[in-house]
């Protein structure tokens, strides 16, 4: 995605805004940069890449707060996600088998009809931890049908 963002950018590095045209694109995904904070791309030249990134980055914003961008085409409903979560783990036995769609139990991820969908984000430790965000699922869906941004 971080990719998708930097081919619509002037991709000129002048640093104007204090960086890369790399590392700015990296803050668009983040949400802590905006398009505007990039004085070339405000040129009527690049008028078409402006329209572009905010179609982009309109997508990005209905994203979890969590930061996870959940592909179902891509998962397999494995439920690993659900084993290495420790939050799910922790509050739920059936979770620890990668199973659990009948479980009551609060947990963040849930595996529906065979794919793995955010049962509640808010229970996410990414959004209580400063630094050293968790990144397990990620990390660990043989099929990067998670992306944490
Ligand atoms: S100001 Fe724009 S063009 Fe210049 S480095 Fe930053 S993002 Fe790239
Ligand atoms: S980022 Fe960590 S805490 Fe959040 S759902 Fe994934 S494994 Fe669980
Ligand atoms: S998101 Fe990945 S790890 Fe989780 S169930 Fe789907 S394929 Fe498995």
Redesign the pocket.
């Known amino acids: 995605m971080k990719q998708k963002i930097l081919e619509h ?13 790399a590392d ?2 990296a803050f668009l995904l983040s949400g802590d940069l905006t398009p505007q ?5 405000q040129e009527d030249a690049y008028a078409t890449q402006r329209e572009a990134l905010a179609e982009i980055l309109a997508s990005l914003a209905a994203r979890a707060k969590s930061g996870h961008l959940i592909d179902p085409d891509k998962c397999s409903g494995c439920g690993i996600c659900l084993i290495v979560c420790e939050y799910n783990a922790a509050n739920d036995p059936e979770s620890r088998q990668g199973k659990g769609p009948y479980s009551t139990a609060k947990v963040v991820l849930r595996i529906v009809n065979g794919r793995v969908m955010l049962a509640d984000e808010t229970l996410c430790t990414r959004l209580l931890q400063a630094a050293d965000k968790c990144t397990k699922c990620q990390d660990h869906c043989p099929t990067q049908a998670i992306v944490l941004v």
Request: proline share 10%.
């Open positions: 950018l002037p991709k000129t590095d002048c640093q104007m805004c204090g960086m890369t045209c700015f694109a904070e990039c004085p070339v791309l």
